[in-house]
Structures are given as C-alpha cells and as structure tokens.
C-alpha cells in the first residue's frame, strides 16, 4: 500500500458500516486499528478525528469522519463502483442516507438510553418519535428493491446497516419489511468479505 486510502476503525464499532462500502469499491486500502481507550483518545488519533472516535478515512491526504458522509464520499471518489445514482437521480438517495444518519440515528439511541419525548418534547425533536420513524421506514424499504430505487447504493450500506444492528441488538422491531431488507442487501458478496474480516479482527476469548 502507498498510503493513499487509509481505514482507522476497531472491529467492534460503526467501522462495520465502512469496512462494507470500502469492500463495494474494490479500492486498495490499508486497516489501521485504533484500540479503544488510551489510543483513540490519544493525541495522534485526535489530530485525525478530534472526537475520538473510529471510523474515519483519510484519502489522498484528506480527512473524512461520520459513517454516512465517508459512504457518500467514498461513492463519489470511485464511481466505477456504481454506489450512487447519477446526480440528476439522488433525490431519494439523499433523502433517505441523511433519514438515516439524523431521524433514524436520533430515534434508535434515544430510545436505547431510556428516553423518550413527551407529545410536547416531539414538536422539537427532529424525529418526533420512534415508532414515527419506524413506520415511515418501513414504508421506504417497502416500495422498491433498494431504498434509493432499483439499484443497491450506498446508502443501502448505512441504512441498512443500522436496520441488521437494530434487529439484532433488538434496538428496533423486527418487522417483516425490515428482515426481508436486510436479507437482500446482506447477501452481497463486498459485506460477507467485509463481516469476515472484522470478524478475524474481533478479541478472542481466552480460557
């Protein structure tokens, strides 16, 4: 490897997600794994990512953070992947990559940490409420084979993502919408290539 397209991530983390999409671009990459702890909160991991959190890519000497804008970015940087629609044909793609990274990401940790808004918290909150955004969601997982339409982008990988996680960890319903979804996308090749290498990554136990 040249350096050019680096993955910092821990096998345990939303890195999955990019592990995926950077397995569905063929690109050459290199894995640097970031230990949770002292490393990721460390100063040299900080001059990357000042969260301190994992993923991030850093392409050609660029910076790139947040799991849904390293999926767009990366669809853009290697177009012959095919993982976005032409630009004139995004508006459902867009639409439902950010419904995801704001709405469903939103709802589902909320949720998770015990909280839930009252009727009067929801006209503020920008998801209103969770089974808002899971109905909506199966409404758009419902209609065409793909979320953006009848091409798999990458905005199946995120989306579909948290849909897999959220059924198994049982943070959302395993509503039938949502397991025929998932069963669809996760059957590609690029995310049983990607499972399996984080998989090899994974700590093992002793004893």
């Given at each position: 490897?040249?350096?050019?397209?680096?993955?910092?991530?821990?096998?345990?983390?939303?890195?999955?997600?990019?592990?995926?999409?950077?397995?569905?671009?063929?690109?050459?990459?290199?894995?640097?794994?970031?230990?949770?702890?002292?490393?990721?909160?460390?100063?040299?991991?900080?001059?990357?990512?000042?969260?301190?959190?994992?993923?991030?890519?850093?392409?050609?000497?660029?910076?790139?953070?947040?799991?849904?804008?390293?999926?767009?970015?990366?669809?853009?940087?290697?177009?012959?992947?095919?993982?976005?629609?032409?630009?004139?044909?995004?508006?459902?793609?867009?639409?439902?990559?950010?419904?995801?990274?704001?709405?469903?990401?939103?709802?589902?940790?909320?949720?998770?940490?015990?909280?839930?808004?009252?009727?009067?918290?929801?006209?503020?909150?920008?998801?209103?409420?969770?089974?808002?955004?899971m109905d909506v969601?199966?409404?758009?997982?419902?209609?065409?084979?793909?979320?953006?339409?009848d091409q798999f982008?990458?905005?199946?990988?995120?989306?579909?993502?948290?849909?897999?996680?959220?059924?198994?960890?049982?943070?959302?319903?395993?509503?039938?919408?949502?397991?025929?979804?998932?069963?669809?996308?996760?059957?590609?090749?690029?995310?049983?290539?990607?499972?399996?290498?984080?998989?090899?990554?994974?700590?093992?136990?002793?004893?």
């Open positions: 490897m040249n350096g050019e397209l680096e993955f910092y991530t821990n096998p345990m983390s939303r890195g999955q997600i990019v592990r995926w999409m950077l397995e569905e671009t063929g690109a050459p990459y290199e894995t640097k794994i970031i230990e949770y702890g002292e490393e990721m909160k460390g100063e040299a991991y900080l001059a990357i990512n000042p969260m301190g959190k994992v993923p991030a890519i850093v392409h050609k000497g660029h910076v790139v953070t947040e799991c849904a804008a390293i999926c767009a970015y990366l669809a853009d940087a290697f177009p012959d992947a095919n993982l976005a629609p032409a630009p004139d044909e995004r508006a459902d793609y867009y639409r439902w990559l950010f419904f995801a990274a704001g709405p469903v990401e939103s709802a589902v940790s909320n949720k998770s940490l015990g909280f839930e808004p009252t009727g009067e918290q929801q006209r503020t909150a920008g998801y209103g409420n969770f089974d808002l955004v969601l199966e409404q758009a997982v419902s209609k065409t084979p793909y979320i953006a339409g982008t990458a905005a199946d990988i995120y989306l579909g993502s948290q849909v897999g996680w959220g059924m198994m960890f049982g943070t959302m319903p395993k509503r039938a919408a949502f397991e025929d979804y998932w069963a669809r996308i996760s059957s590609r090749e690029a995310y049983k290539t990607g499972s399996a290498k984080d998989q090899a990554l994974m700590p093992q136990e002793v004893g």
